[in-house]
Every structure is written in C-alpha cells, then in structure tokens.
C-alpha cells in the first residue's frame, strides 16, 4: 500500500473507470476509511448506498424520472445522459449526509463530515490503486432522486463517488504553489 503523504500528494479524479472495482479487503478498508472522518459529536451523520451490477441501470432510470419532476421537457440526449451516468463506472457510492439536531454540531459540519468521509475514501482508493471521482450534477439535488432512492426527510445527496479501475491514467495537474494559498496573519 502507498505511503499517505504519498497518497495526499498524488491523487487525482479519474474520469474514466473500468472493471475491476475494489472487493472483498481491499473494499472493506475504502469503505473502513470513509468511517475515521472527522464527526464532532460522534455523529455519523452519513450512509452510503452501495450501487453495482443491474443496480447501475435502475439508478440511471431513477435519475431520468427524478429529472423529468422538475424539466418535463427533457430532451432525449438528457434523458440518455442521465441513464447512463451510473455506467461510467463498475461501483458507485450515492453520498447521503444524514442531518440530526444537536445543539452543538450545526448541519454545516455535518455536511463537512460527509466530505471528509468521500474525501477519505477518495484517497484509499487511490492507495490502493484504484481510481475515483466524485461527481453531483443537477439531478443530484432533485427532491424526487432522494425519495427515490428512499432517504428520509433528513438526508441529502451529496454526490455520487465513481470507483473502479483506471482505464486511462490520468493526468496529475499542477499543484499550487504553498505560498498563494497560506498567508501569514499578524492581527
């Protein structure tokens, strides 16, 4: 497995994704890593829909209605698109941030705590040589989508994190320069 400050440095989205997807320990541990994220309060305030096989299929139609709630004038290159979104990888992850009252942990850190658990398996897949994104799009966020997809009225999508096999690699862009992102602050 590859050093994490390796792993920090060197990850990169990866568009393209084929067969195989990560399975059985290699699996356990992405999944494993998304549970160490950050979460004031111990919270858990996330889950995560597992979607792989014909199940790509029936989200991609899933994504098509949900859409359709709110554009009926879908065209059918966008209803096209939206069925084969899922396709674009062997395994998908629906990214669900689960809100709960608390009078100390405020939904902003709930939805951060979700993004840190996406992050975290972001970079063990990586470890593992495997490749990832995490993709939204308009339909994410679409009210139909979530009772779909049988959230309750607490969740949210946050994403879909794509998983599989790099069928290209991927280009690593440059990385900013330290200095233009820290500044000193004196007060």
Same mark, same amino acid.
């Given at each position: 497995?590859?050093?994490?400050?390796?792993?920090?440095?060197?990850?990169?989205?990866?568009?393209?994704?084929?067969?195989?997807?990560?399975?059985?320990?290699?699996?356990?541990?992405?999944?494993?890593?998304? *549970?160490? +994220?950050?979460?004031? %309060?111990?919270?858990?305030? $996330? !889950?995560?829909?597992? /979607?792989?096989?014909?199940?790509?299929? @029936?989200?991609?139609?899933?994504?098509?209605?949900?859409?359709?709630?709110?554009?009926?004038?879908?065209?059918?290159?966008?209803?096209?698109?939206?069925?084969?979104?899922?396709?674009?990888?062997?395994?998908?992850?629906?990214?669900?941030?689960?809100?709960?009252?608390?009078?100390?942990?405020?939904?902003?850190?709930?939805?951060?705590?979700?993004?840190?658990?996406?992050?975290?398996?972001? *970079?063990? +897949?990586?470890?593992? %040589?495997?490749?990832?994104? $995490? !993709?939204?799009?308009? /339909?994410?966020?679409?009210?139909?989508? @979530?009772?779909?997809?049988?959230?309750?009225?607490?969740?949210?999508?946050?994403?879909?994190?794509?998983?599989?096999?790099?069928?290209?690699?991927?280009?690593?862009?440059?990385?900013?320069?330290?200095?233009?992102?820290?500044?000193?602050?004196?007060?």
């Amino acid at each position: 497995m590859m050093d994490v400050l390796a792993a920090l440095r060197d990850r990169v989205s990866v568009s393209r994704l084929t067969d195989p997807a990560p399975e059985g320990e290699a699996r356990e541990q992405i999944f494993s890593a998304a *549970l160490r +994220a950050p979460d004031h %309060g111990r919270l858990t305030p $996330w !889950r995560f829909l597992v /979607v792989e096989g014909d199940a790509r299929a @029936r989200l991609g139609e899933a994504m098509e209605q949900a859409m359709r709630s709110v554009k009926p004038d879908l065209t059918d290159a966008e209803a096209s698109k939206l069925r084969s979104n899922p396709m674009r990888a062997p395994l998908l992850v629906v990214l669900v941030t689960h809100l709960q009252d608390h009078p100390k942990v405020p939904e902003i850190e709930q939805h951060m705590s979700l993004a840190c658990a996406t992050q975290n398996m972001l *970079l063990a +897949a990586h470890a593992l %040589g495997f490749g990832a994104i $995490w !993709r939204t799009g308009p /339909v994410t966020f679409v009210p139909a989508l @979530r009772e779909q997809l049988g959230l309750a009225p607490n969740e949210c999508i946050q994403g879909f994190l794509y998983i599989g096999t790099p069928a290209i690699e991927q280009p690593r862009p440059q990385t900013p320069a330290v200095a233009d992102h820290f500044l000193p602050w004196s007060g």
